[in-house]
């Protein structure tokens, strides 16, 4: 099984800023990685896949970097709506479908 | 336009059962995989169960393998859980979730819904 490791747990960051999230696999997944963002209260989104093609409708402000082990999603200008909890999830080795245990992006 | 309801969550002793159910719209359901994941109080994300478009193949989650049954109707554009032998751990939101792919393989989860509650305890 794949484990899925997110640093930092917590994340502060001022509006207009930029944040970066850090996603670690146990075994090599290639480009198979996701990004979801929770808000709270709300079902997670999909934000990116294959580690960097934004899904529809996404901001141009967030991007997936990284393959192998070592993924990043960056996200610059931080706006109001941004500050959310973010999950990183490997397709690549199946079953289980895991997931990392999240990075919450609050405001400094 | 995606869209993805689900019902059937409520509260329910230790050992009881339930049924979730996830009516889709807005796409070819048959063409595509759908899994449920959960998210118990104030933690993240936990991948439940996968099933194939056709229904033949499912994969579950070893925390809840030989007790939860994944399955899909066609004719309705409906997913279901059925939820045995519930334990307190359990207790989560669950959502209904569209696979990105017509194969049961290498999914990520493009569109999901607003999830349903589950709570065991006596």
């Known amino acids: 099984e794949i484990v899925m490791t997110q640093s930092p747990a917590t994340l502060s960051v001022s509006p207009g800023e930029r944040a970066t999230l850090s996603c670690t696999a146990s075994?090599?997944?290639?480009?198979?990685l996701a990004w979801y963002q929770q808000r709270p209260g709300q079902a997670p989104r999909l934000l990116i896949y294959g580690a960097s093609t934004r899904a529809t409708g996404i901001p141009a402000r967030f991007s997936g970097s990284g393959s192998g082990t070592e993924f990043t999603l960056t996200i610059s200008s931080l706006q109001s709506e941004d500050f959310a909890v973010y999950y990183c999830?490997?397709?690549?080795?199946?079953?289980?479908?895991?997931f990392g245990q999240g990075t919450k992006l609050e405001i400094k | 336009e995606v869209q993805l309801l689900e019902s059937g969550g409520g509260l329910v002793q230790p050992g009881g059962s339930l049924r979730l159910s996830c009516e889709a719209s807005g796409f070819t359901f048959r063409s595509y995989a759908m899994s449920w994941v959960r998210q118990a109080p104030g933690k993240g994300l936990e991948w439940v169960s996968i099933?194939?478009?056709?229904?033949?193949?499912?994969y579950y989650a070893d925390s809840v393998k030989g007790r939860f049954t994944i399955s899909r109707d066609q004719s309705r554009n409906t997913l279901d859980l059925q939820m045995n032998s519930l334990r307190a751990e359990d207790t989560a939101i669950y959502y209904c979730?569209?696979?990105?792919?017509?194969?049961?393989?290498?999914?990520?989860?493009?569109?999901w819904g607003q999830g349903t509650l589950v709570t065991v305890s006596s």
């Open positions: 075994q090599s997944l290639g480009s198979n």
């Open positions: 099933i194939s478009t056709s229904g033949t193949n499912t």
């Open positions: 979730a569209k696979g990105s792919s017509p194969v049961i393989a290498a999914n990520f989860f493009d569109y």
């Open positions: 999830q490997q397709y690549n080795n199946w079953p289980p479908y895991s």
